[in-house]
């Protein structure tokens, strides 16, 4: 049996401890439960929408609040807690996931939704802090980040068309949110067999180490290029609206989405190794810039796909290159740990901001603003080399 226990030297692909391949895809399968959310905020959040338990604006502050709650979880149990009892902190996180589920499904006021989805996110990022401790002790942390974008996608795309075929239609949100509570008990068995300590990587002053112009400019990349793509894909809808194409058109292209961000996965993991990261983030960040100005051209409905489907695609293609820049900010693999917490406030922040430059029923500003976000994502990347270089000379 393959000692899984703290304080291991590495072996093969590993830093330090040698967790087997069952052990791994347990741990993943723990982070992408953490992350089905993102795939199906559109079903049920629009269920609840349209039930009338919430308001477009409480819809918005219900979303906002799940991943806000979802980027501070992952941080503080990746930075504060001890990658020690794996398996029992899965299963209490997989069980305060399931009751923030019922909770949902029963709530009655905006309030409540709000609360009980805040608490959801707070169990979300902490079952997401279990595969990315993990990701962050492989000598392959890039290709194995994409092996976990690829099945939290896959999942995210077999329940989405579940919840919205099957499940939304007859028991409505209420039915959809215990459909995830019932995936986080029975993912209670996958839970015991993720690796019981994670042997501890070097994180004495893990603040230091983040603290530095490498290790911010990196996680800021991050952050600006998920503000680009949060903006965008929260007002698809009625910018699509402003051009003629109507929201069951839209629906379809979200769902097209889906599919095209598991191809994007996969296709980076193929080639993760064979790119460099720096030419891979500037190319996509190019790509984000294209795609978000084309968005705001007032576009047809085929250059209005061809645009949301490229974003579908960089959306997860990146991942992989980002887990290596911060990886190459901070060789002690603790800024790697906050890739996460940055892309997902950059997700939650991006609508905000953008709605804040929106006139009337004009929605032409939000890719404007997603266009300026990829910018600043691949100017920080510029700010990172630029830093890096000096400090290797004078080392």
């Known amino acids: 049996m393959a000692s899984t226990d703290t304080g291991h030297a590495g072996s093969g692909d590993w830093l330090v401890g040698n967790p087997t391949g069952w052990q791994l895809a347990s741990a993943l399968w723990i982070g992408s439960v953490g992350l089905l959310i993102l795939g199906l905020q559109p079903v049920l959040l629009g269920a609840l929408y349209t039930e009338g338990h919430v308001s477009g604006d409480e819809l918005a502050l219900v979303a906002t609040a799940e991943m806000i709650a979802i980027a501070i979880g992952s941080a503080v149990v990746a930075m504060l807690l001890s990658a020690h009892n794996m398996r029992w902190k899965s299963a209490v996180l997989l069980l305060l996931l399931a009751l923030a589920n019922v909770w949902t499904a029963y709530a009655e006021s905006a309030n409540m939704l709000i609360a009980a989805r805040a608490l959801a996110g707070l169990a979300e990022g902490g079952l997401v802090a279990v595969a990315t401790e993990l990701i962050a002790r492989s000598r392959r942390a890039e290709r194995i980040g994409g092996y976990f974008v690829t099945m939290q996608t896959l999942a995210q795309c077999a329940l989405a068309l579940l919840l919205a075929l099957y499940v939304i239609p007859a028991a409505g949100s209420e039915g959809g949110f215990i459909v995830l509570a019932v995936v986080c008990v029975v993912s209670l068995a996958v839970a015991f067999t993720v690796p019981g300590d994670y042997a501890d990587l070097p994180k004495e002053e893990n603040l230091a180490n983040v603290l530095t112009v490498p290790s911010m400019t990196a996680l800021l990349s991050v952050f600006c290029y998920f503000m680009f793509f949060g903006a965008v894909w929260a007002f698809l809808e009625p910018l699509g609206a402003q051009y003629g194409i109507d929201g069951r058109t839209v ?8 599919a095209v961000q598991v191809l994007g996965a996969m296709t980076a993991t193929a080639f993760e190794a064979r790119i460099d990261y720096r030419l891979a983030i500037a190319a996509i960040g190019v790509v984000a810039l294209v795609s978000s100005l084309v968005l705001a051209s007032s576009p047809g409905l085929t250059t209005f796909w061809v645009a949301a489907l490229a974003m579908g695609f960089i959306l997860l ?7 290596r820049l911060a990886i190459t900010a901070d060789e002690t693999r603790t ?11 950059g997700l939650a922040l991006g609508p905000i901001a ?14 404007e603003f997603a266009a300026a976000s990829a910018v600043a994502s691949v100017a920080l990347l510029g700010l990172f080399v630029l830093v890096s270089r000096r400090r290797r000379a004078v080392a």
């Open 317 to 323: 293609f990146i991942v992989p290159y980002q887990i």
């Open 335 to 345: 800024a790697v740990l906050l890739v996460p917490a940055a892309q997902l406030f």
């Open 251 to 258: 629906g379809l292209i979200v769902s097209a989405s889906l």
């Open 354 to 367: 953008a709605s804040l430059l929106i006139d009337g029923k004009d929605f032409r500003s939000v890719p």
